[in-house]
């Protein structure tokens, strides 16, 4: 009888209605929900998050929360995050956003600080940091690569568009940097891939759209 007593109470006292957060995807034991994807567009791709397909948007940003905890969780013995790993990647939202008070409006829609920015980021500055240390600093461009793409694609496009091309020694940090860009993608998207075959991924969203698309068809 006391314990029916106590949990009448208790209901009582509970709100209406109680908002349960969605969960997008697990990785092994680890699990990211669509919150996680709300905070991630908002903090790291403001400008894009309100075009495009929102279910595409979600997906695509999903893949990378997904990317972020898979080599987070390889490389979490190898790697160490400094002070100026958060430093750099808060100041640059706080700058996208204009000011402190700006950003942490922009927290509070989560009912997150700063504490719990840094927390948040955490996986995504290891990914990065691993990137850079396998791949960036090891690819190498030669000249005569940027020389090439300079002949056949920048300088054609310019007088396509009809404006005045910039000399190859203005160009060349552009295009080396572009180069090197492609040239990561390309090697990331099949060290990734082997990385998440070690990995037990159910991509949940990816499942419940690819079911809604079978119904519509």
């Keep these: 009888m006391f314990f029916k007593l106590i949990v009448s109470l208790l209901l009582m006292i509970q709100p209406a209605e109680i908002v349960v957060d969605k969960i997008a995807a697990v990785v092994n034991t680890e699990i990211i929900t669509v919150s996680d994807i709300d905070k991630s567009l908002l903090l790291y791709s403001p400008a894009g998050s309100s075009g495009g397909d929102e279910g595409d948007l979600y997906l695509k940003e999903l893949n990378k929360l997904i990317n972020?905890?898979?080599?987070?969780?390889?490389?979490?013995?190898?790697?160490e995050l400094t002070e100026e790993d958060f430093e750099n990647v808060q100041r640059s939202i706080i700058e996208r956003y204009g000011s402190m008070d700006d950003t942490k409006r922009i927290l509070e829609k989560f009912d997150m600080d700063l504490k719990d920015l840094r927390l948040f980021l955490t996986e995504k500055i290891f990914y990065e940091k691993v990137i850079?240390?396998?791949?960036?600093?090891?690819?190498?461009?030669?000249?005569?690569d940027i020389e090439e793409f300079y002949k056949n694609d920048y300088l054609p496009s310019r007088k396509k568009l009809g404006i005045e091309p910039k000399s190859i020694i203005e160009m060349t940090p552009v295009i080396e940097n572009f180069l090197r860009g492609k040239k990561v993608r390309k090697e990331l998207s099949q060290w990734l891939a082997g990385i998440k075959a070690s990995y037990s991924i159910k991509n949940i969203l990816s499942d419940e759209r690819e079911r809604d698309e079978e119904k519509t068809n």
């Design 68 to 79: 972020y905890k898979v080599v987070s969780l390889e490389y979490k013995d190898q790697f």
């Design 132 to 144: 850079e240390d396998k791949f960036k600093l090891g690819v190498v461009i030669e000249f005569s």
